[in-house]
């Protein structure tokens, strides 16, 4: 299983940035996909997830209205947008992903870190102010 996020760096407050995380050797479909971000010293928090049919997304509080999580079956990638970047943004940021339709039996999106069996290395996102 691979999951490989990239598009971090650094970016001004105020600007925008678009992660990608691209997967293989699992059945992505099948699999609800989120990203997730720990800033140091601090604990690792939500930031969004979208379902595994593409139907729903949640969003945490801190980024709602800056950020679009998205995801393309085909090309097995999950991105996620955020605009109106703040300091408080500046953290590593992973994607997962969490079987939610197994066999036809279908969970409700996962919202804690705890539900998700794959992970990816992270890519780290700087905001300078």
């Known amino acids: 299983v691979q999951l490989q996020a990239s598009g971090g760096g650094l970016v001004q407050a105020g600007g925008s940035t678009r992660l990608s995380c691209a997967t293989s050797?699992?059945?992505?479909?099948?699999?609800?996909m989120a990203w997730w971000r720990q800033a140091p010293g601090k604990e690792r928090e939500f930031v969004a997830a979208?379902?595994?049919?593409?139907?729903?997304?949640h969003y945490a509080d801190a980024v709602k209205g800056r950020a679009t999580i998205s995801r393309d079956d085909v090309t097995r990638t999950v991105e996620l947008r955020m605009n109106n970047l703040k300091p408080d943004d500046t953290a590593v940021y992973y994607c997962?992903?969490?079987?939610?339709?197994?066999?036809?039996?279908?969970?409700?999106?996962?919202?804690?870190?705890?539900?998700?069996?794959?992970w990816g290395q992270g890519t780290l996102v700087t905001v300078s102010s």
């Open positions: 997962a992903a969490d079987l939610q339709n197994d066999r036809g039996l279908v969970r409700a999106i996962p919202l804690r870190a705890y539900h998700y069996v794959y």
């Open positions: 050797r699992f059945d992505f479909s099948n699999y609800a």
């Open positions: 979208v379902n595994w049919q593409n139907t729903g997304k």
